[in-house]
């Protein structure tokens, strides 16, 4: 029995968390302010639910997570030394692990890594492994970027959890993740509420996720290849209405490649785009582009971010 577990009580949901609780080292219970509940004994009712969550992971499984995420880190590091400099990130490529269809131990594994950047893109999904994760890591909580397409009704629990949306493609999703990030946030502040996880970044980044279809498909694959996204002509107005919107702050862009067309031209398409955002709204930087197959001409024209799933996390079923 080599199984490694680890154990993490906690209060949670229905107690809001102060700032300080949320820095603070996994040992030993706080108050809302920061100071050091004294012993672990029972919580009072009015501390809130007593939950003990458990996430146990081989040490196999560990080890095979820990490696393939290094593995990729170093080839991402290596390919944008041959970035061309006007295009070099100045802060470097971030590379986040998405972890869809795998196990919220695979997460644990990987966080007890180091790894603290972590993408989801269906919100049921990403909200369970973000509860179970935020017991785990008390203290120092990842960061969940939300990847995947969005309806506006599930922006009240994404705001919750995520530290970023990568897939805002329309003014009315940008409208329901500010307005429920402001609810969020009320919330807290009457202390109704736990504090949303983008509240110690000063609000919710939203990059523009623009869908590049057209770059030499023909039309059938562009049809089989269509993965959502903003149209072109559309980024500068979702941009304009996300930085109008108290709460929400423009990251920049997100695209998938099309299917069937050759990559290093969509994102040649994005980097030209994300110039002319740039001048628009300057702290527009970002680059959310490349995926396990594709992340080297992604990260040849700019990618700040890159979203690795299966070359770290191994295959998933084909639909996922
Ligand atoms: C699944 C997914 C990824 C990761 O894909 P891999 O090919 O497994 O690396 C990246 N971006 C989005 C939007 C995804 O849905």
Redo the contacts with the bound molecule.
Sequence with gaps: MSARTRRRISTRTDVPRGKDELRASCGGRRSRRGRPLLGRGPLSAKEGKHTVSELTYAPERAEELAEAHARIRAEIDEWAAETPRDRRPASGVELMT?T?FFPASDVAALYDAGVRVF?E?RDQEASAKAAALADYAAGDPPAWNY??QLQSNKAKSVVKYATAV??VDRSSLATALGKAYRSAVARYESEEGPEPASAANGGLECLIQVGLDDTGATPGEAARGARGGADPDDVWRIADHIAEADGLRVGGLMA?APLGADPAQAFEKLWNLSVQLRRRHPEAWKISAG???DMREAIRWGSTSV?????I?GR?PSN?
């Design positions: 998405v869809k993408g893109n990847i995947g990568h897939s998938v995926m396990s197959a979203r690795v799933g299966s070359a996390m998933r996922t």
